[in-house]
Each structure stands twice: as C-alpha cells, then as structure tokens.
T-cell receptor, first 117, second 109 residues
C-alpha cells in the first residue's frame, strides 16, 4: 500500500550543479504534480503532468527547470545550474483520473529538501 | 487568481484544549483539502472535503462551499498536534491546488 515515494529525501548541491528529484506516484495514479515550499512559506504549484504530457506548467520558472513523466518510470523534476534561491522543499503529489478537472484528492509524498551550498 | 486566507496565523494551546481553524477562499472550488505539516516537514493529508462535514477521531472539518469557507476542529489537543495546518483549494477547471499561508499550532503539556 505504498503512497507517493520521493527520493532523495535530502539533496545537497553546489551552485552551478544539476539537481534531479524523483517521484513515483501511488500505484494506479496517472496524474503527477510538483510543488515548491520556500522556508516559512506555503506550497506553491509548479507543474502538472500526465504520462508523457505536460498539462500545466504555469508555476514553473521559465529557465533552468524542467519536468517529465515518462511512459515507464518515475516523474523527474530537473533543475540545471542551481542557485542559492533554489533551496527549498519540493513536494510531489499524485491523483487518480476519473474525469473532470481537479475533483480528486491529491496525495503527497514526504518531499525532497534541496540545499544549495 | 483565487485567494486563500487562513486564520489565525498562530495558535498556542495547552494540552486538552479545543480549537477551530478557518479557511476562506475567494472563488468557487471543486477541491478542498486540509493538511498537517509536522515538525519534520512531512505533509499529512487530513481531509478531502470540497463540501459537507467529515470526522476522523479528534479532528473534524466542515466546508460551506456556497459561503466559501472551511473550518477544521481539533478537540482535546495533544502535543503531537503541533505543526502547521494548511488549507488548499482547487479552482474549477484546473487541477492545481492553491495553498493558504497556514496556521502554526503549538500545543504545550
């Protein structure tokens, strides 16, 4: 009965390196969402994906950030050339697709804490 | 875009006390969820409650969608209830959740 699995739990990178965050949704869930939580703030939506498709990336920074959800394997959030301001907790969520936008609960993982040195 | 306001921002209680947390939102929604973020940063799903009333142990929640607010009740609070409580809403025709700024709860023995 595994929930949303995120790894790694903690990730440390130096400025200029790349960060890859992974998310395996609940078994049977076809929708994946990524959210970012800056220190002492609430979560902010970044991107919504279905298998092999980006549905809504309105919250994603235009540069250095990308996300994918391939046909096989986990969803990946990739941050290139990281900067200090990318330090945050990144949460992944998944939901069922039973038709109708947004009418299913989202289930969240434990997050990845990204620290930039 | 839709605004989500939570009150109070901070709440300090002694163990055993009851409390009510409020979430106001500025437009119609078809998804509303309450979460507890514990001191370790984990986000615990408390309720999926776009309308109506639900109860789970010492916690209950009510959403009055027509009046655009939701309430989370915590009875007989325990130190393990400490953390930040978030309300998140899903506007119609979108799949994303918009989070409020949270209520930080501290329960002392």
């Amino acid at each position: 009965n595994a929930g949303v699995m995120q790894n790694p739990r903690h990730l440390v990178r130096r400025r200029g390196q790349e960060a890859r965050l992974r998310c395996s949704p609940v078994k049977g869930h076809s929708h994946v969402y990524w959210y970012r939580q800056l220190p002492e703030e609430g979560l902010k939506f970044m991107v919504y994906l279905q298998k092999e498709n980006i549905i809504d990336e309105s919250g994603m920074p235009k540069e250095r950030f990308s996300a994918e959800f391939p046909k096989e394997g986990p969803s990946i959030l990739r941050i290139q050339q990281v900067v200090r301001g990318d330090s945050a907790a990144y949460f992944c969520a998944s939901s069922l697709n039973l038709g109708g936008a947004g009418n299913q609960p989202q289930h969240f993982g434990d997050g990845t804490r990204l620290s930039i040195l | 875009g839709i605004q989500v306001e939570q009150s109070p921002p901070d709440l300090i209680l002694q163990e055993g006390a009851n409390s009510t947390l409020r979430c106001n939102f500025s437009d119609s929604v078809n998804n509303l969820q309450w979460f507890h973020q514990n001191p370790w940063g984990q986000l615990i799903n408390l309720f999926y409650i776009p309308s109506g009333t639900k109860q789970n142990g010492r916690l209950s929640a009510t959403t009055v969608a027509t009046e655009r607010y939701s309430l989370l009740y915590i009875s007989s609070s325990q130190t393990t209830d400490s953390g930040v409580y978030f309300c998140a809403v899903g506007p119609y025709n979108t799949d994303k959740l918009i989070f409020g700024t949270g209520t930080r709860l501290q329960v002392f023995p």
